[in-house]
């Protein structure tokens, strides 16, 4: 067994980027004979906080702890390993994971032998481990989002030397190939195509937490799709930081639009992707998406603010006539296509009238869905050093008025499809109600719906029958 020191994060090292070629490991990634039988009778219990990102690393861990024998519970009373993945997004969503993990000190106190591990993005930076070490002592493992890989090993030093066992480093970054998964979710299944992000938008910690961007080949992402295409799922996310710039880092230009179009060859029914950026997003893009019917007719597009000195003040290295003109482009060319976006309400300096035209970008945009957040500095970005200077009672204000404007677009959007037919992709029976059925249609949007001879993973036409904000009700009629 190796002996693993302390391995602390430092937000300063991970700022760094170099011209240091990014390397593909296919074998870093291993078990023994006894990592394999580590987890046998021992149950786990995994919670996952933030974005898909984080869920895509959940599906991970779950593929390991499956390797080791370990057994998953939903019941964190009954578990003997609990991790969680945490997020670093948000001051609020920090907050919630200090409450819950404070909350679970009682398991510890009524069972010694329970390992606590938290990973993902709030480890990488040094606040949360000082926090973590003073503070919250049930805590055993530690480990970042660059050495998933190294799980087992982490949990076999902790489970023999019963000592405290943090491994989190500050780097670039590899791409590692060889990760076992456990999907989720049997129809629809994510598929990283790029990790980290070089953009360094002025508030935003994930530069830090995920390191510099690292594009997949295209060949192993296009083997992935196939497989799953084999394996029967029917929609694929195509994940990453900022799609738009895939590639860039293995010399490729407009890499993201090529990646589309080869994988819409592969024939899955669906093709959905997730985060874009206005700042790298290609023109091409607009005839990618056209002329290939597996690409669905919905996109997020980050806008984050709809004044131009905000915008540069965020360093999102676009201006709001340029996301006007995309989203021209788009709604141009596929009049169906569904938008939804990003906004920041209250950002260090925002002016009552730029935030107006924030409101302004909404009306011309109309977009059926926004998530909107207020602005909370993330310590060691450059935003952090500027005085945050809007009280939090304007900022609510502003996220409120913004939640109304968008809401009674969405509304609006969606009375469109009223006694039209639509294509869901069913997900399974509604929490609510046994008789209902529940999915998305093309479009991205919830539709609840009844009907006869349906399983989950099935594409079926529902005729819609009823509108609401956020929601769809309709019938099958196939
Ligand atoms: S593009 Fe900007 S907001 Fe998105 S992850 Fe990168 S730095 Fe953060």
Not at 40 to 61: H, P, V
Not at 187 to 209: H, Q
Not at 309 to 317: A, D, F, K, N, Y
């Amino acid at each position: 067994m190796e002996n693993i020191s302390i391995k602390l994060p430092s937000l300063k090292d991970a700022k760094k980027r170099t011209r240091k070629p990014i390397n593909i490991y296919r074998d870093l990634y291993e078990l023994s004979e006894s990592l394999k039988k580590l987890g046998e009778n021992k149950k786990y219990y995994l919670r996952t906080y933030g974005c898909q990102a984080n869920e895509r690393d959940s599906e991970t861990i779950v593929g390991i702890l499956d390797e080791m024998s370990f057994t998953k519970t939903d019941d964190y009373n009954e578990a003997d390993l609990l991790i969680f993945n945490t997020c670093a997004i948000r001051e609020n969503a920090v907050n919630k994971v200090f409450g819950e993990i404070g909350q679970l000190k009682r398991l510890k106190v009524k069972n010694p032998e329970v390992v606590f591990a938290v990973c993902g993005c709030m480890v990488q930076e040094e606040i949360t481990i000082e926090r973590i070490m003073n503070t919250y002592k049930q805590v055993d493992i530690v480990f970042g989002t660059h050495n998933i890989h190294r799980l087992p090993q982490l949990l076999e030093n902790f489970i023999n030397t019963k000592e405290r066992t943090i491994e989190v480093f500050s780097i670039e970054g590899d791409v590692i190939e060889n990760l076992p998964v456990k999907r989720f979710n049997k129809y629809k299944a994510w598929v990283n195509i790029m990790y980290g992000c070089d953009k360094f938008c002025t508030y935003c910690i994930v530069p830090y937490t995920r390191g510099k961007q690292r594009s997949r080949l295209m060949k192993d992402i296009l083997d992935e799709v196939k497989e799953l295409k084999e394996q029967g799922y029917k929609e694929i996310t195509l994940l990453g930081q900022n799609v738009n710039s895939y590639g860039l880092d293995l010399g490729m230009e407009d890499g993201f639009a090529t990646l589309l179009e080869e994988v819409a060859k592969i024939n899955i029914e669906r093709i959905r992707f997730a985060t874009s950026h206005p700042r790298d997003f290609s023109l091409r893009m607009v005839d990618v998406i056209k002329d290939n019917k597996n690409i669905m007719p919905y996109l997020h597009l980050p806008v984050q603010s709809g004044n131009n000195e905000i915008l540069r003040l965020m360093g999102r290295g676009y201006t709001v006539e340029r996301f006007k003109m995309i989203y021209d482009k788009l709604k141009e060319a596929i009049p169906n296509i569904a938008f939804s976006t990003d906004m920041i309400v209250g950002f260090p300096n925002e002016t009552r009238e730029q935030f107006e035209d924030t409101l302004k970008l909404v009306d011309y945009c109309k977009f059926d869905f926004a998530f909107i957040f207020i602005y909370s500095p993330r310590a060691g970005t450059p935003a952090a050093k500027f005085i945050d200077n809007i009280d939090l009672k304007e900022k609510s204000e502003r996220l409120q008025e913004l939640n109304e404007r968008v809401a009674k677009y969405g509304n609006l959007n969606n009375q469109k499809y009223l006694n039209k037919v639509v294509k869901v992709l069913v997900d399974g029976k509604s929490k609510r109600n046994d008789e209902v059925y529940s999915g998305y249609s093309e479009e991205n949007k919830l539709v609840n719906f009844t009907g006869k001879n349906i399983k989950e993973g099935d594409i079926v036409e529902v005729l819609i029958t009823e509108i609401k904000s956020w929601s769809m009700n309709g019938e099958k009629i196939n």
